[in-house]
């Protein structure tokens, strides 16, 4: 099934919140939550800028959505999530995950699926030149090794 | 084999991050990080406090400690990790995970097993009672369930 053009829209929403953050010293990693195709909160990993090994990107999109139910939520993010973000996802319930790309980071769908939330994965050409190019530094590659726990 | 006795001092600490969560009308779970048997960090859930989802003890605690490695510390968590907190521990790869009981609230022990982090369930009725005796007030207990997304 061909994936809905408003899906790369809210996803370039996601890739701004990353390109924020490169532009902080923080990480390429963005994400946007929406609720009937409108963004009620937005994040980028903010782990460099805040000291906080926590706040990945969808960590802080959540952190940004306060005390509200996430049942009829969508979460986008540029990059497969991790084990504890994914975590978050299954904990929270959304009801859908949108994946920029998981080809430089394969991340743990495997728990999105087991809590049974529903994900699409882009395979977006602008989320993987965007992780590609700045990892492509030796100085980033060391902060990203760090954000995922190595 | 007999769980070492250091394990429930440690515990004890985790517990009083309980409690001043409770007497600041937060949810009764906290959690401490150790090296070499001392506390290198602390935190307790800060949900209610910051309107702060992603806030369970673990993630606090995680957030206390700042970019450090985590691969020779100890998390004490007084409550069994959820599958966010869970998932954290297996990103950051803790040494050990010391859970104070897992019988008001299973967690994910699985993804621990998933990533290899080993751990130990005290099963302590210190926790236990804690958990129980809040959540017996009806306010508490639909704080408890935001807590774990319901």
Same mark, same amino acid.
Not at 40 to 45: E, L, Q, T, V
């Given at each position: 099934?061909?994936? !809905?053009?408003? $899906?790369?829209?809210?996803?370039?929403? #996601?890739?701004?919140?990353?390109?924020?953050?490169?532009?902080?010293?923080?990480l390429?990693i963005?994400?946007?939550?929406?609720?009937?195709?409108?963004?009620? /909160?937005?994040? $980028?990993n903010?782990r460099?800028q805040?000291? *906080?090994?926590i706040? $990945?990107?969808?960590?802080?999109?959540?952190?940004? #959505?306060?005390?509200i139910?996430?049942?009829?939520?969508v979460?986008?993010?540029?990059?497969s999530?991790?084990?504890?973000?994914?975590? /978050?996802?299954?904990?929270?319930?959304?009801?859908?995950? =949108?994946i920029?790309?998981? =080809?430089?980071?394969?991340?743990?769908?495997?728990?999105?699926?087991?809590?049974?939330?529903?994900?699409?994965?882009?395979?977006d050409?602008?989320?993987?030149a965007?992780?590609?190019?700045?990892?492509?530094?030796?100085? *980033? !590659?060391?902060?990203?090794?760090?954000?995922?726990? *190595?």
């Amino acid at each position: 099934m061909a994936i !809905e053009p408003f $899906h790369y829209d809210l996803m370039l929403e #996601a890739i701004r919140e990353a390109e924020a953050s490169i532009a902080q010293g923080g990480l390429p990693i963005g994400a946007v939550l929406t609720r009937d195709r409108k963004i009620i /909160a937005r994040g $980028h990993n903010n782990r460099v800028q805040e000291k *906080n090994v926590i706040l $990945h990107g969808e960590m802080s999109c959540l952190r940004d #959505a306060g005390l509200i139910s996430f049942h009829d939520t969508v979460m986008y993010t540029t990059l497969s999530p991790c084990s504890m973000c994914a975590g /978050a996802l299954g904990l929270f319930k959304v009801s859908l995950a =949108v994946i920029g790309e998981s =080809v430089t980071f394969p991340g743990s769908k495997d728990i999105l699926d087991k809590f049974g939330i529903p994900w699409i994965d882009l395979a977006d050409d602008r989320s993987i030149a965007m992780m590609k190019t700045w990892r492509s530094n030796p100085a *980033n !590659e060391r902060l990203w090794q760090g954000d995922i726990g *190595n």
